[in-house]
């Protein structure tokens, strides 16, 4: 577990401050808060952000908005190279006041690299510039609607086994072994996930392994592929995508992006 290590944000005259850093995979970062707006988002890796009410899978393509005042850890999957921007309060008040999966295309990319690479080193009229045009690519950026819910304040045996779904997300370890690993009786555990989640082991399952095979088309990784690493056939892996997101995996890799 490490501590969040977040830069200098007490200058209020500054809109930006930019982050870049690098995880190794398994680094778990502790749930932390900041006074300022935060995009969070890897060139190369993949991370689950969790909040409080939801945990969010983000590929490279994919960034998480935060806004000021919301916890969140971070559970690296991959070797991750951050680059991070955090907006003063008057600048995050202009995006949204929900946390955000955000798509990010070709332009939005080169901004955040730029303001975190660059900072406000140089042509000022230039910098200003550059945090306009982010800040509106931000603004109209298209959001992703798969996320996950998780408890909350609810029994530590429901979170330690929603945490294990999460790291190894696969059909082959049954309930009852979660439940064991967990230290709860199978009949506890599974009335702990619908009294604080609203639904069964099984679906919210299906719900992780919806957004871990999003995650995996995005970086490319082929169908099949995924669905053996999932414990699904090719053919059931298909339906089950269809059936959750209305599109089949091919078409959701192949969206265009701006």
């Known amino acids: 577990m490490a501590l969040a290590a977040p830069p200098d944000l007490s200058d209020l005259a500054v809109p930006v401050q930019p982050l870049a ?92 690299v730029t303001l975190v690479e660059q900072g406000d080193h140089g042509d000022a009229a230039y910098y200003e510039a550059v945090v306009g045009l982010a800040l509106l690519e931000l603004q109209r950026a298209r959001r992703s609607p798969i996320r996950i819910a998780m408890p909350v304040a609810a029994d530590r045996r429901l979170i330690n086994a929603c945490q294990a779904v999460m790291t190894s997300p696969s059909l082959d370890i049954p309930f009852e072994q979660h ?26 399952r299906r719900q992780v392994q919806l957004a871990t095979a999003a995650a995996e088309l995005i970086q490319g990784h082929s169908v099949s592929g995924i669905a053996r690493t999932l414990g699904y056939s090719p053919s059931s892996f298909s339906d089950m995508f269809r059936r959750e997101l209305g599109v089949s995996p091919s078409q959701y890799r192949g969206w265009p992006k701006s």
């Not at 850093?21 to 190369?44: I, K, N």
């Not at 996930?193 to 679906?203: I, T, V």
Request: charged letters at 20%; glycine letters at 8%; zero cysteines.
């Open 21 to 112: 850093r690098t995880y190794p995979r398994g680094l778990y970062v502790e749930p932390h808060s900041h006074d300022w707006g935060q995009l969070l988002y890897a060139m190369s890796g993949v991370m689950w952000v969790e909040t409080p009410r939801e945990a969010l899978v983000v590929p490279p393509q994919r960034a998480v908005w935060l806004p000021p005042g919301v916890e969140h850890g971070i559970r690296v999957v991959s070797d991750l190279q951050m680059r991070n921007i955090y907006l003063r309060p008057a600048l995050a008040a202009t995006l949204d006041s929900q946390v955000q999966v955000i798509e990010v295309g070709r332009l939005l990319r080169e901004l955040i």
């Open 179 to 204: 439940a064991e690993a967990a230290g709860a009786s199978v009949r506890t555990l599974a009335r702990l996930f619908q009294q604080h989640l609203g639904m069964g082991f099984a679906q919210w």
